[in-house]
Antibody, heavy 114, light 107 residues
Framework: QVQLQESGPGLVKPSETLSLTCTVSGGSISSYYWSWIRQPPGKGLEYIGYISYSGSTNYNPSLERRLTISIDTSKNQFSLKLRSVTAADTAVYYC????????WGQGTLVSVSS | ETTLTQSPAFMSATPGDKVNISCKASQDIDDDMNWYQQKPGEAAISIIQGATTLVPGIPPRFSGSGYGTDFTLTINNIESEDAAYYFCLQHDTFPYSFGQGTKVEIK
């Protein structure tokens, strides 16, 4: 059974870059697709984007100009970078397997505040 | 972009009740609807795929129905362990989108 674990800073300053990593265990990252989702406090979930094992990506247009999702098959990890963050980017961030999320991580709260 | 309207936002049920959660899409999404369950502190799990297909390992008291724009997650004979947050996802048009979620409490 694939398991996913998000990691990264829990606090990011406004205008800086939010960086998160998802570590995949129980399966190889090299043969599937991987996605990111977020949920601001008190709000619904938002689909951020996905990456393939070969590195091709598809981003939510609302985040595209600030977003980079990358993959490191040697470490069985994929990552998210969101630039120029504001308080509106405060959310629980989830990583998941599949373009259509299948297995999910537990999520990590990232707060944007000075 | 496809908007999903999920209702109710909260419901309280008694063990043995039948519970229905609705998800309405702003446009036709065929059967490209999944349902998920998330318990506090745990990872979300997939329970229904393709609107009606029960994910292996999920109890048969869970079922999904609907096509096009109207979808329903049904929990028959609800049990205390079913207390959780439930949400729908449409994967017909990108960016995929989620319903606002339903918190189910068991009395």
């Amino acid at each position: 059974q694939v398991q996913l674990q998000e990691s990264g800073p829990g606090l990011v300053k406004p205008s800086e870059t939010l960086s998160l990593t998802c570590t995949v265990s129980g399966g190889s990252i090299s043969s599937y697709y991987w996605s990111w989702i977020r949920q601001p406090p008190g709000k619904g979930l938002e689909y951020i984007g996905y990456i393939s094992y070969s590195g091709s990506t598809n981003y939510n247009p609302s985040l595209e100009r600030r977003l980079t999702i990358s993959i490191d098959t040697s470490k069985n990890q994929f990552s998210l970078k969101l630039r120029s963050v504001t308080a509106a980017d405060t959310a629980v961030y989830y990583c998941a397997s599949g373009v259509v999320p299948d297995h999910w991580g537990q999520g990590t709260l990232v707060s944007v505040s000075s | 972009e496809t908007t999903l309207t999920q209702s109710p936002a909260f419901m309280s049920a008694t063990p043995g009740d039948k519970v229905n959660i609705s998800c309405k899409a702003s446009q036709d999404i065929d059967d490209d609807m999944n349902w998920y369950q998330q318990k506090p502190g745990e990872a979300a799990i997939s329970i229904i795929q393709g609107a009606t297909t029960l994910v292996p390992g999920i109890p048969p008291r869970f079922s999904g129905s609907g096509y096009g724009t109207d979808f329903t997650l049904t929990i028959n004979n609800i049990e205390s362990e079913d207390a959780a947050y439930y949400f729908c996802l449409q994967h017909d048009t990108f960016p995929y989108s989620f319903g606002q979620g339903t918190k189910v409490e068991i009395k």
